[in-house]
């Protein structure tokens, strides 16, 4: 028996539900690369990403996942041999480090325990005592979607600020721009990479790099520089040379269609709304865990992200409960990655995302628990519920 038949709810942190907007977007001829309107949409784009990113700087449109901006970044201002400090709150820090001392680069990694956010006075003090000035960049990531924690990037960056070093500051807003805010320029952020499929609510494929003053001086004296990711090879006079190449035509409709649906309801709006329906499933799981089987994995209220929501699990594997979701009920809940494979799920609430499709996807993980026998705290979808009720007001 099965009640699965309908629109299946895709609750993982990215690829995010695409808006039916912006898949008819893409459902057009293509347009010969140097017609003047994908022109205009190619400069249309960059200068609304650094909107997004909260910058003045200039933005690049890469045809490539966040793994792609990853590279980008390192590459265009970095050596080989240089050091960088990774901050660990999750997998993604940790891979992006990696990324990076597969270049060539010694990435020394600040051991976080997936559980809180980075502290920021002690990167200040891993960089006050740098005194040599060997360390390049500083990697974070604001929100971690394997843990679910959420990094205070302004206050890593006056740390970095206030160390008086002159690293360059990374940040990967891949899983936060267009849900939370994001202030680049006010964060002493140098540059910020993110990619088309969470926030975003495009498909995947697309990835976007900002890049700050301090970051441009790097980039000159940069011995990684390649042609595809290079800065400088991108901003030649030719619409082809600002993608490398054929411009991802498609990709570009859909984002158009995906940043108008954002700036329609307002970036404060989407913060808003993202705000309200994490807590939303905050509240279901923290009745959840009554039953001493759920849990937050992130130990600290300030520390859970608006973006995802991370379950851990004592003594039960999770795969039988995301399989009955899924299998059951047409719901697609996130696995643990890295360390918390087997040991917990995650629910997405980011991107196109509303009170109804939340509370759904809270109303099934619920049955399936009931179903399975779990242990819970009941009511969980009614805390939801008594909260959103008392919240969004009429």
């Given at each position: 028996?099965?009640?699965?038949?309908?629109?299946?709810?895709?609750?993982?942190?990215?690829?995010?539900?695409?808006?039916?907007?912006?898949?008819?977007?893409?459902?057009?001829?293509?347009?010969?690369?140097?017609?003047a309107?994908?022109?205009?949409?190619?400069?249309?784009?960059?200068?609304?990403?650094?909107?997004l990113?909260?910058?003045?700087?200039?933005?690049?449109?890469?045809?490539?996942?966040g793994?792609?901006?990853?590279?980008?970044?390192?590459?265009?201002?970095?050596?080989?041999?240089?050091?960088?400090?990774?901050?660990?709150?999750?997998?993604?820090?940790?891979?992006?480090?990696e990324?990076?001392?597969?270049?060539?680069?010694?990435?020394?990694?600040?051991?976080?325990?997936?559980?809180?956010?980075?502290?920021?006075?002690?990167?200040?003090?891993?960089?006050?005592?740098?005194?040599?000035?060997?360390?390049?960049?500083?990697?974070?990531?604001?929100?971690?979607?394997?843990?679910?924690?959420?990094?205070d990037?302004?206050?890593?960056?006056?740390?970095?600020?206030?160390?008086?070093?002159?690293?360059?500051?990374?940040?990967?807003?891949?899983?936060?721009?267009?849900?939370?805010?994001?202030?680049?320029?006010?964060?002493?952020?140098?540059?910020?990479?993110?990619?088309?499929?969470?926030?975003?609510?495009?498909?995947?494929?697309?990835?976007?790099?900002?890049?700050?003053?301090?970051?441009?001086?790097?980039?000159?004296?940069?011995?990684?520089?390649?042609?595809y990711?290079?800065w400088?090879?991108?901003?030649?006079?030719?619409?082809?040379?600002?993608?490398?190449?054929?411009?991802?035509?498609?990709?570009?409709?859909?984002?158009?269609?995906?940043?108008?649906?954002?700036?329609?309801?307002?970036?404060?709006?989407?913060?808003?709304?993202?705000?309200?329906?994490?807590?939303?499933?905050?509240?279901?799981?923290a009745?959840?865990?009554?039953?001493?089987?759920?849990?937050?994995?992130?130990?600290?209220?300030?520390?859970?992200?608006?973006?995802?929501?991370?379950?851990?699990?004592?003594?039960?594997?999770?795969?039988?409960?995301?399989?009955?979701?899924?299998?059951?009920?047409?719901v697609?809940?996130?696995?643990?990655?890295?360390?918390?494979?087997?040991?917990?799920?995650?629910?997405?609430?980011?991107?196109?995302?509303?009170?109804?499709?939340?509370?759904?996807?809270?109303?099934?993980?619920?049955?399936?628990?009931?179903?399975?026998?779990?242990?819970?705290?009941?009511?969980?979808v009614?805390?939801?519920?008594?909260?959103?009720?008392?919240?969004?007001?009429?």
């Open positions: 028996m099965t009640v699965r038949a309908g629109r299946e709810f895709l609750a993982v942190p990215g690829p995010t539900n695409v808006p039916d907007e912006v898949l008819q977007a893409m459902h057009r001829p293509a347009l010969e690369i140097y017609d309107s994908l022109i205009a949409l190619t400069d249309e784009l960059i200068r609304d990403l650094s909107r990113f909260g910058t003045t700087a200039r933005c690049f449109i890469y045809t490539a996942n793994h792609g901006a990853w590279e980008a970044a390192l590459t265009n201002v970095l050596s080989r041999g240089d050091k960088i400090l990774v901050l660990e709150s999750g997998r993604f820090a940790v891979d992006w480090g990324a990076a001392a597969r270049l060539g680069i010694e990435a020394d990694v600040v051991k976080g325990d997936w559980r809180r956010a980075v502290e920021p006075a002690e990167i200040e003090q891993r960089l006050r005592d740098d005194k040599a000035g060997a360390i390049k960049a500083v990697l974070a990531v604001q929100i971690e979607t394997s843990s679910g924690v959420v990094n990037i302004a206050a890593i960056g006056r740390a970095i600020k206030a160390a008086g070093h002159e690293a360059l500051f990374m940040v990967d807003a891949v899983a936060s721009l267009g849900c939370v805010s994001f202030a680049m320029d006010d964060w002493n952020v140098d540059i910020a990479v993110a990619g088309s499929q969470k926030g975003l609510m495009s498909p995947p494929g697309l990835s976007f790099v900002a890049a700050g003053p301090r970051a441009r001086e790097a980039h000159r004296k940069a011995g990684l520089r390649t042609p990711w290079d400088t090879a991108r901003e030649g006079e030719h619409h082809y040379a600002k993608h490398g190449g054929t411009p991802p035509v498609h990709m570009m409709f859909a984002l158009r269609a995906a940043l108008d649906l954002l700036f329609r309801e307002g970036l404060e709006n989407a913060f808003l709304r993202h705000r309200l329906l994490a807590e939303a499933v905050r509240r279901t799981v009745a959840w865990s009554k039953g001493n089987v759920l849990s937050f994995n992130v130990v600290a209220p300030a520390d859970r992200s608006d973006t995802v929501t991370t379950v851990l699990m004592e003594g039960y594997d999770p795969r039988p409960l995301r399989d009955y979701c899924d299998f059951k009920c047409g697609v809940l996130g696995r643990g990655l890295g360390k918390l494979s087997g040991k917990a799920f995650r629910i997405a609430h980011m991107g196109h995302i509303n009170a109804p499709m939340m509370l759904g996807t809270l109303g099934v993980i619920e049955m399936g628990l009931r179903a399975l026998r779990i242990p819970h705290g009941h009511s969980g009614a805390a939801a519920v008594d909260y959103l009720g008392e919240t969004v007001k009429p």
